[in-house]
Nanobody
Framework: VQLQASGGGLVQAGGSLRLSCAASGRTFSSYSMGWFRQAPGKEREFVAAISRSGHSTYYADSVKGRFTISRDNAKNTVYLQMDSLKPEDTAVYYC?????????????????WGLGTQVTVSS
């Protein structure tokens, strides 16, 4: 599976962005999907994840209520809608795919990673 994230950019605090992650291949619906982010000087951290069907979603406490993860299996794409953005959301955002994972929140639960997309939130 090859993943390509897009949609990053510069936005003012309080604004919104929608990230997309397009996956290659015809087995997208077999993978759980996740978003992680890495801020300068910090370790990469979990942001959100969604099950294969899209029926279950998981969020980091820091983004709960502001970010929404969704997927369109017909389009092989997962989305991250980010609202009420804060300067501390500034980071490179990565999407990842897991054929099987027992832990949506851990990096090592994912098999494939895309290149990141930069999100910068100005105050």
């Amino acid at each position: 599976v090859q993943l390509q994230a897009s949609g990053g950019g510069l936005v003012q605090a309080g604004g919104s962005l929608r990230l997309s992650c397009a996956a290659s291949g015809r087995t997208f619906s077999s993978y759980s999907m996740g978003w992680f982010r890495q801020a300068p000087g910090k370790e990469r951290e979990f942001v959100a994840a969604i099950s294969r069907s899209g029926h279950s979603t998981y969020y980091a406490d820091s983004v709960k209520g502001r970010f929404t993860i969704s997927r369109d299996n017909a389009k092989n794409t997962v989305y991250l809608q980010m609202d009420s953005l804060k300067p501390e959301d500034t980071a490179v955002y990565y999407c990842a795919a897991a054929y099987y994972t027992a832990n949506y929140y851990a990096e090592n639960g994912y098999d494939y990673w895309g290149l990141g997309t930069q999100v910068t939130v100005s105050s």
